[in-house]
Structure formats: C-alpha cells, structure tokens
C-alpha cells in the first residue's frame, strides 16, 4: 500500500509539473499580448510628443524668419536716412524704427521663450525614450524567463510522460482513473499532504481523528469527505519521524 500511495504521489507530482508548463504558456501568451499593447500605447506617446517638438522647433523658425525681415526692414529705414530732406520724413521715419525696434524686441521675446519650451520638451522626450528602453528591457527579461521555464519543462515531458504510463500499469485501474477524475474537477490537484494537526491542505477542512490515524498508518487510500482529493502523509511516505496525531 506504502508503494501505491508513493506512485500517486509521484503521479501528482507528474500532474503538477505538466500543469505549470500550461499555465507557463497561458501566462507567456496573455502577457505577451499585453505588453506589447504597453507598448504600443508607449510608442504612440512618444510619436505625439516628438511631432508637438516639430511644432515648436517651427515656430522658433518662424520667429526667426520673422526677426530676420523685421532687421532687414530696420536696416532699409535707415539707408533712408541719407537721403532724407524734411523734419516730417525724418520723424515718420524715425517712427518707423521705433515700431521696428519693438516688433524685434517683443519677438526676441517670444522666440526665447519658444527655446526654453523646446529645451524642456526635448529633455522631458530624452527621458521618455530612457524610460521606455528601460520598459522594454524589463518586458524581454520577464518573457524570456518564461520561455526558459517552458523549454525546460518542455525537456523533460517525454520521460514524464512514460513514467506515467508506467506508473497507470502499475497500479489498479479503478485507482488510476479515480485519480484522473479528481485531477479534472479538483483544478489539477488529486492528491495532497495531510497537514499537522489533521487538515486537507486542499480544502482546509479538519480531518476526523480516526481518518487521520489511518493516513498515518498508511495501509489504505483515504479520502477527504469535503473535497474528495486523497491524503497522504508526505512526511511518513519518505520516511521522516511521524508527528503525533492532535488531540481531538
Ligand atoms: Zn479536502
């Protein structure tokens, strides 16, 4: 009986092993999906951000332009002066670079401005960009260890396979599919490891007193009356000191 109870166990273990490389693949897929969304929305920002730079990088063009004519207007005036003839053409010119001067001073103005707006958007995009390779970085590392996880588990399914059938031989076929009954409705878990003090680790009910002696005893296969999964004493099974049965 010690025997079968070591081949379900092991069955399990089997079972567990088979179900973290199906959940390791659900996992990788689904973050797969959503990181490279994350990504997406990452890429989509930056491209925002750097065309709103664009912008700003032709406006300060356009301030210079405009600073450029206004000085060549300023430098036509005053070619004018020479050639100047009355007290009123000398005050309408002198009016006119007045207003230039202004003009010039007010865009000046404007384009420093305009820099200082540049200078945060490119610092503030540079740190995006940094950000951002640091995400994707992150992103491949965790995948990565994914795949590494299901190729190793991939590795060893051949040989996990054939050691089931060996063990399905093995042991009594009403047993056998018993145990498969209850790894589909009990989410993948048949077997478990009788908790000190007498509870089922797979549903935390207390297991009556008697029940708990006779997992201990380990001559026959003894199911929980909550969730139906079979208790084993792990610790017995590989031979460890037995822990003495709780009072009550
Ligand atoms: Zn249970």
Redesign the pocket.
């Known amino acids: 009986m010690k025997e079968t109870l070591a081949h379900l166990v092991e069955l399990q273990a089997i079972e567990d092993e088979l179900r973290d490389l199906r959940q390791t693949k659900a996992k990788l897929e689904s973050l797969t999906k959503e990181n490279a969304e994350v990504r997406e929305v990452f890429e989509q920002m930056l491209a925002e951000r750097g065309e709103q730079i664009e912008e700003v990088k032709s406006f300060c063009k356009e301030k210079e332009d405009s600073i450029k004519e206004a000085e060549e207007t300023t430098r036509r005036s005053r070619s004018r002066l020479s050639l100047i003839t009355s007290q009123r053409e000398l005050t309408a010119l002198n009016k006119e670079l007045d207003a230039a001067r202004r003009k010039n001073a007010q865009a000046n103005e404007d384009l420093g401005k305009l820099r200082e707006q540049l200078a945060d958007a490119l610092a503030d995009f540079e740190k995006k960009q940094g950000e951002y390779t640091a995400l994707k970085q992150q992103m491949s590392e965790v995948e990565d260890g994914l795949r590494q996880r299901i190729a190793d588990r991939e590795a060893g399914i051949t040989a996990q396979r054939a050691r089931q059938q060996e063990l399905r031989k093995a042991m009594d076929p009403g047993l056998f599919s018993r145990f498969n009954r209850t790894v589909k409705a009990r989410k993948g878990v048949a077997v478990?490891p009788v908790g000190p003090g007498g509870t089922?680790?797979?549903?935390?009910?207390q297991?009556p007193p008697q029940q708990f002696i006779r997992i201990k005893h380990m001559s026959s296969i003894e199911y929980?009356?909550?969730?139906?999964?079979i208790?084993v004493d792990f610790a017995g099974l590989k031979g460890e000191p037995a822990e003495a049965p709780a009072e009550g």
Do not use: A, D, E
């Open positions: 478990v089922c680790t797979g549903c935390r009910m297991v929980c009356q909550h969730c139906r999964r208790l």
